[in-house]
């Protein structure tokens, strides 16, 4: 039986350029997916400085070019949905304001008095 883990993919004491809290740094080459960049699709844990998948919790790497490998995961391209259209608003019936002060309760009236 080989109790022994296996090494990290890239050594902590090489000149390598990736990042201090990259996976390759402490994961082997099996225990982390390469993406192309970073995206919502695989978001960053502050608790352990990995970004990681939604859906199988797997350690991701964002940076292929600093770790010399190419990426397996593209990021999806999320589009914001357009502004309103400004003609449109416009057009809109506009709701009743209402003033702060009438807003606030009031005093309650006194019934009987004139």
Known sequence: MDDEAEAPF?????DYPCCWF?????LPRTGFLVADRPSRDW???V??????TVD???PVCVHPGRVGLD???RARI????PPPDPE???LAPAGRRRRWWRLRPGPKSMSGQG
């Open 47 to 52: 608790a352990d400085g990995y970004r990681y």
């Open 43 to 45: 978001p960053f844990d």
């Open 88 to 90: 449109q608003t416009a």
């Open 10 to 14: 890239i050594d902590p004491e090489s």
């Open 71 to 73: 990426a397996e995961r």
């Open 22 to 26: 990259c996976p390759a740094l402490r």
């Open 78 to 81: 999320y589009v914001d949905p």
């Open 56 to 58: 199988t919790r797997t």
